[in-house]
């Protein structure tokens, strides 16, 4: 065993007694007997790692100690320990690892440790610190061959193989616990997932009885919606019926006088006159009130919103100074801006000479003014510069002409017919060619259409069909492209206490009332909704949209038209508050201009807008029976 560990050199620090010896003799100084001192470490070893001190080669000169007690080396450590008294055997330190080994089969030392820490060296003697070769137990704290002990890969901490079989019981004795603690979990999880059964089942019942209030509230809330629906019916049908009977006693009493053959005074035929004029007046006037209320069913928030049809005066802008406009207002976007916000919106011509003016427009061939009249079931053709009537544009079953548009290339006009349900077309001649479409739900059929736009370049028509909610897109021979704002979605229904699922068409608009084309861009007004939508003339998608409901800046109160300038401008015909809005494409405000009133520039309801290449605008005004030129 000493052979084997003189292989591995110790490491070793010297420190010489003899240089404070010398030292102090050169001082003048007598040497003192040195104090014992413990200047080596104390290791614990095995057995096996006994050791023999080496002398170190650097110091030739022999060691001159003064004790007065001899001093002893340790076999196994090689540390020197001066003997003091008779019982100094007593007083030796311990072998740590033999009593170790006594403690691990149970046998314990009779022999009291005082301390643990091994005596002190003498200070004149040569102290040397030992660092034994090998690994160090981490439970007994041994030093061993680095071959005799173990790493676990567990703990990651290093055992002898003493201590490595009493680790391995440890862990086997682990095994069980955790066993004991896998058998818990397992409880633990069972426990939990009938609590989280529980819990579904008890979400699944309150997502029922929820649900089954909404149901009935929904039930309800539809129940109180068709009454007051059918109250509005029931109303509108007395009022009417009311109206109807004056209007057949009017006509009665006045074809009573005109076939009367008895003689009568002519001062009672001049009063007679003037109450059956009276009468008529009054009644044209409910006549054209009647249906002065609108209602339009807000799906959003499921109501009834009734608006009557009266003018507010609302918000409206003043012009910039004269100086601040631009030459050239079609040159750029920030020209046209400027243009429109220093503009002064006052008209230099109001045109008086129809009953109630809907829609308008300028023919592509002549620049000639075409005005929808509702009164007088046709389309007055004006010339501008003289602002007189050139022809008029009508058919048998035209009703109540509401918008115009046209189709240079094929020299054809198209307007629709709010009460006849379809779209009559005229040549730019004025001859009646067809009628497209007629009353119903079905693609290619209409209920109550009113805005009307073409796109000359695919020549096509834009049609909205403003009671069944949607845009259509039809070839002028009437033949159904594709339609707008109109969708499929999945919709769930009971029958019989079973549910289906079915594919239904839905639509984000609500009443739209006017649409127009700006390149590639389709821009619809969805008066309901009281919302301007900008929608891609591509792929039909949504791009953009706008506006809401009241009376500030941007917001709408029934807007009825709109249109679009040269450069994509909106211009919008804010009829609730009887003015005009202009935005930018991408929706920003521009200018406001307009107020209620029958003076010039101001407005009581708009019905019709259109501006020309050269930015004139022309506004036609059904309830102050005016076409306005801007």
Known sequence: MAEKVKKKPPFFTLKRWNSQKQSEEHNGRAPTTPQIQNSAQFFKSTPSQTRTPSTPSM???????????????????????????????????????????????????????????????????????????????????????????TTCEHCKLKFCKVCWSQHMEDMRTQIGSILKQLDSAAN??????EYYKDRC??????????????????LEAKENLLQEASELTKAGDMSALALQSSLQEAKEVATKEMTAKEPVDDNDKVKIFINLHQNALQLLTEVSKWDANRFVFDKENFCIESDAATPLD????????????HNNPLENE??????????????????????????????????????????????????????????????????????????????????????KHCIHVFSKEGEHLRSLGQKGSRVGHFRSPEGIATDSVQQLIYV?????????ILQPDGKFVDQIGVATKQQSSNTASVWDTKEILCTELNAPTAVAISNDRVIVLDSGNRRVKVYNKQDKSKVLEFGSLGQRKGQFRQPEVLTVDPLGFILVGDSGNCRVQVFKPNGQLVRVFGRLGTEAGKFGWISGIHVTKQLDIIVSDTKNHSVNFF
């Not at 609302?314 to 406009?325: G, N, R, V």
Request: charged share 25%; aromatic share 6%.
């Open 188 to 193: 633990r999880l069972e426990h939990k997932i």
């Open 59 to 149: 110091d030739t000169k022999p060691r001159k100690t003064i004790s007065a007690e001899p001093i002893i080396d340790c076999p196994i450590c090689c540390t020197k320990i001066q003997v003091q008294g008779t019982n100094f055997v007593d007083e030796l330190p311990s072998n740590l690892y033999i009593d170790t080994l006594l403690q691990m089969v149970g046998i314990s030392t009779t022999k009291s440790k005082q301390s643990v820490t091994p005596p002190s060296t003498p200070a004149g003697l040569q102290t040397v610190d030992l660092f034994a070769g090998g690994s160090r137990c981490n439970h007994c704290r041994s030093m061993c061959d680095t071959a005799d002990v």
């Open 464 to 472: 909205v069909d403003t009671g069944n909610d949607r845009v259509q």
């Open 314 to 325: 609302a918000e409206s802008d003043d012009p910039l100074p004269e100086d601040a406009k």
């Open 201 to 218: 089942e008890r979400i699944t019942e309150q997502i029922n009885i929820v649900a089954e209030e909404k149901i009935n509230a929904i």
């Open 334 to 419: 920030d020209s046209l801006i400027l243009y429109y916000r220093s503009r002064n919106f006052t008209p230099h011509y109001v045109w008086r000479k129809t009953a109630r003016p809907c829609g308008v427009g300028i023919g592509p061939w002549s620049e000639h003014l075409y005005i929808c009249a509702t009164d007088s079931h046709s389309v007055l053709v004006v010339e501008r510069a003289q602002a007189g009537t050139v022809s008029r544009l009508s058919c048998e079953d035209m009703l109540c002409p509401v918008h115009i548009a046209f189709l240079k290339n094929l020299g054809e006009i198209y307007v629709t017919d709010k009460w």
